[in-house]
Structure formats: C-alpha cells, structure tokens
C-alpha cells in the first residue's frame, strides 16, 4: 500500500474539520460563514483527496452520508431505556392540576421546570460510541425501534463525530430527538413532487417519517430534513445533574438543541410561555403542536418515577386544535384487527391546519346518538392533538330535511358473518376471525415479536401476501412456498429462503405464544401464558366452559366470555385445525411439582433495568416454571423486585414501600 503523504494527510483532516463547521453553522446554528458555491469547492477537494488515496476514506468523512446501498428492511432495535410518551394537558387547569400531582409527589418540595416546543415530527434516538455516530432508531413502540442509520447520517445537522471543544465526549451517549421538516422546505418538496406527476404529502409530519422510513438511503437524502435534540437515554462517562445541564452537554458537543426554552419556577410562568409560543405558531418555520414541561432537577425526576407508559416528571400541554365546518356526505363502516365495527363520516373534503380532511371515524353508534349526527348535516370539524379527525358538534340549525339516520349493520359489511355487540360494550364486532378485513391486521399480530415471532413478515410483506391472494388467514403462511415469495416485490431467492426458514422456525412456538398470536380479544401476553400453564394443552382450553375459564387465577368473567365465544366460532376452530395441518404443534405445557419450600412457591417477582445472563422473558419463565408469578408493576403485594442495570423508577418505588431488592446474582443462587 502506497504511503500517504503527511501534506495530504494533513490537508483531508482540515478539510473534514473545515466542512463539518459549516455544516453546523449552516444546519444547526442557521448562521453560515460562506457561500454555497465556497462550501461546494471545499467538499469537492475532499473528494478529489480521497479518490486519488482511497486509504483516506474514513467512515465519519463528509463524503460518506450518503452512498449505503437500499436495504430490504430496517432491522429491530431495542432501546437500553424506554422512549415514553407524554401526558397531556389541554386547558390551564389541567396543567395547573399537573403541576399540583408533581409537588404532592416531591413532598411539597419547591421544584422549576424547563419549558420547550413540542415538536410534530418523528422521534429518534442517536447512539454515540467514543465520540462517533454509531447507530440511529426510530422510537417505535418506546421498547424498540426501527433502525435508521444510514438515512439518519444523511441529516447534515448530525454530527457525525461529536464536537470536544466545550466538552469531553461521553464514551456513550444515547441522544434523544425529533427529524422533522421545515414548512417552507415541505410546501417545496411538495411542488416539486407534484410536478413530477408524484403524489405530494399531506403535511409535514408525514413528509419527515415518509422521507426517513425509505429503503434507500439516497432518497432520504435529496429530502430537507432537521432534526432538535431534546433529551438523553445512557451517558457513560459524564454526570449532570438537571435537564438543562443535559441540553447544554448536547450544545457543546455541537448537537442541534430545540430552542426556544425557558427555565419556569411557577405554573403561571410555564402558562405564559404556553401564550407566547402559540401566537407565535404561525410564524415558527417549523410545526408545533403544544409545549413540553418537564422537571428540572434529575434527582426530582427520579423521584417522580414513571407510569407504564409515561413519565411523572413531564407533561405535554397542547395548543387548542384547529376548526372548519363541513358536510357528512355518509358514513361507513370500517372492519378493523379485533374485528371492531367503525363507523366513519365522509365528509365533504376541506381544509384543517393546511391538510385536507375528507373522513373523520365516529367510534361507534353510542358517539353518533351522542352528537345527534345525521348524514348529510353540515359538522364542525377539529384535528384532535392536530392530528386526528374528530367531528366536535352538528350545526343542527343547517339542517334543510333531507337528512336521514344512519345505523350499524347486524352483519360485518365485508364477510357478511354476524356482528355482536356484547352487553355492557359500545363496539360491535365481527366474529369471524378468517374475515378479509381482520386479515392483514390479524397476520401482523400473529408474526409478531411476542407471538410467533416470525422475522421477516413486516407490515409491507403482510400487504403483498394479502392483496395477492396468497394468504387469506394466518394458517396460510404455513403453506407458501418458495416461487411464490420470490415473485414479490423486494423478493428474492435468499430473502425468501429466510422468510421460509422463519415460518419452519415458528411452528415449535411455547403454547403460551400460539393461544396470544390467534388473537383473541382482551387475551395478552401474560393472560395467555395464565392459560397455557393452568390447562397445559391446547385442546383441554378449547374444551373448557365459560364457568370453568372463570375459576381460572386473574381470569374473570368478561375475559371467560370473550375467549368461549372466540373458541365457539366454527371459522376459528377451523382456522387452527389448518394451522396444526401446516405444522404448528401448539406444544403441551409440562406442570412441574413445586416444593412447598421453593424459595419461588406463591412469591411474585419484578424485574427492572437491564439484565446480562438472561433476557427479561427468560428470567420470568424460570420463575414462574418454579411456581412464582412475575408482575409488571411494583405493590405491596410484591416480594422480589429484580435490578439489573441501569434500573430506574421500579427499584425507587420498591424501596419506598419497602420491597425486597436483590440483584441478577442473587436471584441466579435462589434459581440454582
């Protein structure tokens, strides 16, 4: 190998320094230095360097955002600590009540906030390792995203290599944001897109997801977007102590960070933030849909826990949505996964929050006597959360006569097999479980991670197999075959093998996996894994009465009911006597004898933060398999809370009631 001169060596590392300045002064700080046509003669002497030294190319150059070749898929990633939804408040009192549920949580402890735009784009995460971008997600469902990282280093406001001037550079950082796109940049996109015959956009949430999620890197690319950092996961090596410390380490290390914001001591200083942020909505160039409030001191947050699936320490307050009038031209229903029967208005179309609206869902018949709606009455018409559709109210003094009354059919509108309505619900159902409308949404549940987990079968497969034909109910998947798969699009011998190889793979799935995959109604994870273990096999469920279903432990009545009229169903005993021809062996469950001095008898277990020799799912089957329970939440009630690493708001609120704590070591010794 040639040797590099030092000159030339020296000259390429300027010249990255020199182009990745600019790209924050231009991208991040809005404010650049030079022109586009200096910027383009500085990037284009790097690219000389490195075709003529190929031994130069390094992959955090400049040259390198873009040039991966297009996947077929993005792949799964898990994030280290969940990436939660918000709470929201839509009025002042609700704040106010907000602000008041915080300081009763802190022991009336005075207590400030740090107040931000809550941005409308798409949720991401950014892993730094020693300093180097290494791996981009999308929030996904907060537990696991999708991964994005070479579309992600496309982004010119992303550093690729952290700035250390200011600050040392973590030796991990999990930096948390929003990409989203600007509004003068998406009504550009859009005409451009709709010269090219190309169908535009409907806002510019849409474009930034739509533009991220591409297969190919290049198409992401030639899309204008930005992204505000706006919080962390994991930082390995430095310390802070507020929020706003966090946001100044993102500053320092030259990450994008969401302004304006503004450090608040009262509910009525967060309040008037609220006010000035939404006259200004109109004039911010990027969209908006409310404020983020979120605690300051970390040691407070901490305190402060989280629920399930939100944090007690922050709050969304949101701006009041925008409003039209329109006409219901008539109303349709939709059959949906569950088989829920949805009414939906088709509306004349119009104009909300500069997106078209033209269907907005009713919910059920129960909402429609409730508005007192009839189709052909003009409507006032809201985006809830500015996003969603909602019918707020009928202007009954428009009414000409010619309205008429609408009401839900006794039979799906697709299959045509019968819709209940069970006493005590508002939604009517189609119980047919091969129904074509539940089929895409059915076959998705069913491949999933927490059931059959077949890898492979994302939503966009499922969409082909359907719309071709070639699968009708989730016992078909069982029955495909190689030169089927490899005339799809994206489709070719090796991905269809492994598609093949994924589908063989499942058919030996735990019993308590294939009762939650066939989906039935109120019947979860942990409800089906109840089942599996109190029956052992699959055809001692199916023989089970409702009486006998609800003497089962955390069994109770409506869930009996649900699962004996999902077992009735002639289409769904028929549905898995297919699935047991294609292989699946719904495999028995073995009861082992527990001793009655197992450490494990009748003791209920949580487990919290990360764990090294076991996944979470196998620590929690070793613990029932010894006649323990495992629980998602922390009570008094419970008796060992497990802490691996990182653990967070569950080890808290063990040790304030008092729970048992022992570590992954502790429980490997009781587990021998």
Known sequence: MARIPAGVQREAEKLRR????????????????????????????????????????????????????????????????????????????????WWQRTSDGLGGEAFEVIAEPKLDGLAVELVYEDGRFALGATRGDGETGEEVTQNLRTIRAIPLTLRTGK???????????????????????NRGLEEAGEEPFANPRNAAAGSLRQLDP?????????????????????????????????DDLGLRV????????????????????????????????????KVNRLDQQERLGVRSRSPRYSVAYKFAPRQATTVVRDIEVQ?????????????????????EISNATLHNQDEIEKLGLLIGDTVLLQRAGDVIPQVVSVLKEKRTGKERKFTMPDRCPVCGSKAERPEGEVVAR?????????????????????????????????????????????????????????????????????????????????LARCVFALGIRHVGEHVADVLAREFGTLDALLAADEARLGTTYEIGPTLAHAIREFFDSRENVAAIERLRAGGVKFPSVEKRAVAADSPFAGKTFVFTGALQ???????????????????????????????GEAAGSKLAKARELGVKVITEEELQRMLG
């Not at 284009?44 to 390198?64: K, N």
């Not at 503004?262 to 969209?287: D, H, I, T, Y």
């Not at 059931?451 to 079968?457: F, T, V």
């Not at 076991?614 to 629980?631: L, M, N, Q, S």
């Open 167 to 189: 600050a040392k550079a973590p030796t991990r950082l999990e930096a948390r944001g929003e990409v989203h796109m600007d509004k003068g940049r998406f009504v550009a996109l």
């Open 18 to 97: 020199e182009i990745e300045h600019h790209n924050r002064c231009y991208y991040v700080l809005d404010k650049p230095e030079i022109t586009d046509a200096e910027y383009d003669e500085l990037f284009d002497r790097l690219v000389a360097l490195e075709e003529q030294h190929p031994e130069l190319v390094t992959p955090d150059s400049p040259t390198q955002r873009v040039g991966a070749k297009p996947v077929e898929e993005f792949g799964a990633v898990r994030h280290s600590i969940p990436m939660l939804s918000l709470d929201k408040a839509t009025t002042e009192t609700e704040l106010a009540e």
């Open 613 to 643: 020799r076991f996944t979470r799912e196998e620590a929690e089957a070793r613990v029932k398999e010894r006649g323990g329970k495992a629980a998602s939440s922390v009570s008094k009630r419970t008796d060992y809370v497990v802490a």
């Open 430 to 510: 189609c119980v047919n479980f091969a129904c074509p409308a539940q089929v895409k949404g059915r076959i998705e549940h069913f491949a999933s991670r927490g059931a059959m987990d077949i890898e492979g079968l994302g939503e966009k497969l499922v969409g082909q197999l359907v719309e071709k034909a070639l699968v009708r109910s989730p016992a078909d998947l069982y029955f495909l075959t190689q030169d089927q798969l490899v005339a799809l699009e994206r489709m070719g011998e090796k991905s269809a093998r492994n598609l093949l190889d994924a589908i063989e793979a499942s058919k030996d799935r735990p």
């Open 258 to 293: 969401v302004r304006p914001k503004r450090l608040c001591r009262s509910v009525q200083e967060a309040a008037e933030f609220w006010r000035e942020m939404n006259e200004k909505r109109e004039g911010m160039p990027f969209e908006m849909d409310g404020i983020v409030v």
């Open 218 to 250: 290049r198409v992401t690319a030639s899309r204008p977007l930005q992204i505000f950092l706006y919080g962390v996961g994991i930082v390995e090596g430095i310390r802070c102590t507020t929020y706003a410390d966090e946001l100044q380490l993102l």
């Open 335 to 355: 059959v949906g996964r569950t088989g829920a029967l949805t009414p939906v208005a088709r509306l004349v179309p119009v104009q909300v929050s500069g997106v």
